[in-house]
Nanobody
């Protein structure tokens, strides 16, 4: 099983980016999916989660600016980020709880994509 993120880059304050993360491999079922981020010198934090039923949660610092969504048919999770601030600069990682075809359930992380908010 593999998670691959895309969509990061450099954006000016107030701008927008959309991150994507596709899961592939021997997947039986995907449960919760999430996005986390890690800024230099800081611990990784979860910023948004979405359940298999579509329920979402956000950390206070991104509420009203970020939107998490998923496409079940494509095994993909998205993070739409609007009104970006310099403090949003970080490596963004996707996470998914996946049951493989061997019926083992594991929490997987992607390799990360850099988001830099700067003028």
């Amino acid at each position: 099983v593999q998670l691959v993120e895309s969509g990061g880059g450099l954006v000016q304050p107030g701008g927008s980016l959309r991150l994507s993360c596709a899961a592939s491999g021997s997947i039986f079922r995907i449960y919760d999916m999430a996005w986390g981020r890690q800024a230099p010198g800081k611990q990784r934090e979860l910023v948004a989660t979405i359940s298999s039923g579509g329920s979402t949660n956000y950390v206070d610092s991104v509420k009203g600016r970020f939107t998490i969504s998923r496409d079940t048919a494509k095994n993909t999770v998205y993070l739409q980020m609007n009104s970006l601030k310099p403090e949003d600069t970080a490596v963004y990682y996707c996470n998914a709880e996946i049951t493989s075809t061997t019926r083992a359930t594991t929490s997987y992380w992607g390799q990360g994509t850099q988001v830099t908010v700067s003028s």
